[in-house]
């Protein structure tokens, strides 16, 4: 639903390449903690902090693929639309201006009298 909120904004390749970076770092950071969780999580098997390791190991597991969904829908529901119009934007302008520089003719100069 994250992407559906942007769809008809546009984004800069800025940006995207900003929240990418930040998703990468967030995904590191969560293998991270999910390694770390599930190290102490056996170093601390007989005590009660090994249910904390185990849900804090089992929340940075499914936040990766959550993290990477994420990355994907902003791709391909967000950036790439907004880069394909303003690519069709742009031609169409190149277009226009040559069409304007090839005519005989320019819009209002012949009048119909009928």
Known sequence: MLARAFVGQSMSSTAYNAMTMALGATVLIA???????????????????????????????????????????????????????????EINAMRAEQLATTSVTQVGDITHTG
């Open 31 to 89: 293998l991270g903690v999910a390694l770390y969780s599930f190290v102490f999580m056996l170093v601390r098997w007989k005590t009660p902090m090994r249910r904390r390791h185990a849900i804090r190991l089992i929340l940075a597991i499914i936040a990766v693929p959550c993290l990477a969904g994420i990355q994907y829908s902003v791709l391909f529901f967000v950036f790439l639309p907004a880069l394909g119009r303003q690519q069709m934007a």
